[in-house]
């Protein structure tokens, strides 16, 4: 039978390790909850050791130090440009940011802002007809607070921005354009390709119909919920309006752009 033991300079909380602790016959980690609040004993590094050799090992996540910022919008102005705007926290000394940016490329977060002090950035790096994820912490002078809301911005550039109310029809290229940015975002959700049982988008002067966007809705919808954002609710109106409204396009071009 393998011999275990765990090695702790101090305790702490439960680890994604206790399940490695259990298979090897050992009681679950528990601690004083002093122990992982902001102001005790630093947390420290667990060992498990199964046969005389380590078979896992936990590094504790660092305890926010602050608030996180909040009201994170992201929007892309270009195929190679995204405007980002947070609100600062309500208290504490912050002396610096960081924005965090996550696309299908790489699928792990990278560092696209490191540590200034304002709360706005425009991230010139993104290439076009992709979907990207953001999301943003201060830096106190102990440490890092938690993360922001996450937010999405899409690059795809779109005919007729701004929407022009009771001016601009809808058109082929808008669903066009639509369907490519939906598809950027399922990419970044790892929800797979899209389904498009209406057929390819209509071609230029054809019939735009309800079912096009029922469609964008419906292949949007899980990938949002994938990357934790919310989904675009019902709207019955697809269904009886004839032609399709500019605010059915809108509707969704606002939660992909």
Known sequence: MLAACALL????AATRFEPVRRAVGMRPLLAPA??????????????VYGGG???A????TPLPTGPAPTSLSATATSASSVSLTWAAPAAGVVVGYVVERTSALG????????????TSFNDSTPAGDFAYLYRVKALYAAGPSGYSNADLATTVVFTDD?????????????VTELRRAVAAVRALAGAGAASWLSGPAPAQGGAILAAHFQELRTNLNPALVALGMAALPDDTTLALSLPVKQAHLQDVRERVR
Not at 34 to 47: D, F, I, V
Request: aromatic share 4%.
């Open 34 to 47: 002093a122990t992982t609040q902001q102001g005790g004993p630093p947390l420290a590094k667990e060992y």
């Open 9 to 12: 300079t101090v305790g702490y």
């Open 53 to 55: 050799r380590i078979i």
């Open 162 to 174: 701004p929407l022009q109310p009771s001016a601009t029809l809808v058109k082929a290229a808008h």
């Open 57 to 60: 090992t936990e590094e504790p």
């Open 107 to 118: 699928g792990q977060p990278v560092e696209v802002q490191t540590n200034s002090a304002a």
